[in-house]
């Protein structure tokens, strides 16, 4: 069976999509980065937020995060998604560790 071609996902629940920051391979002082290094980048940019978890009683918790906050990621986890040719990850709310101001 063929891969479809996803143009856009929305997000159910508390899941969040998450495109993850390329690292540059080279340092500001022109040394190249071995792909060691560029594997440990654990950030990126909310693409997507869901509209939150729902409780017992029905009642439902907000997202902690919105579109556009970078947010610093867990090592392992999250779900690869291909989304208009991008690899993104969808990952729960409160798996994400942080905000990046």
């Given at each position: 069976?063929?891969?479809r071609a996803v143009?856009?996902?929305?997000?159910?629940?508390?899941?969040?999509?998450?495109?993850?920051?390329?690292?540059?391979?080279?340092?500001?002082?022109?040394?190249?980065?071995?792909?060691?290094?560029?594997?440990?980048?654990?950030?990126?940019?909310?693409?997507?937020?869901?509209?939150?978890?729902?409780?017992?009683?029905?009642?439902?918790?907000?997202?902690?995060?919105?579109?556009?906050?970078?947010?610093?990621?867990?090592?392992?986890?999250?779900?690869?998604?291909?989304?208009?040719?991008?690899?993104?990850?969808?990952?729960?709310d409160d798996d994400?560790?942080?905000?990046?101001?």
């Amino acid at each position: 069976m063929a891969a479809r071609a996803v143009r856009k996902i929305i997000p159910l629940l508390d899941r969040v999509l998450i495109e993850k920051a390329v690292a540059e391979k080279t340092s500001a002082g022109g040394v190249l980065l071995p792909e060691s290094a560029l594997s440990k980048l654990n950030e990126g940019k909310v693409i997507a937020v869901g509209p939150g978890a729902r409780t017992s009683d029905g009642s439902v918790i907000s997202p902690s995060v919105k579109e556009g906050d970078n947010v610093l990621l867990p090592e392992y986890g999250g779900s690869k998604v291909v989304v208009d040719g991008k690899d993104m990850f969808l990952y729960r709310d409160d798996d994400l560790l942080g905000l990046i101001e």
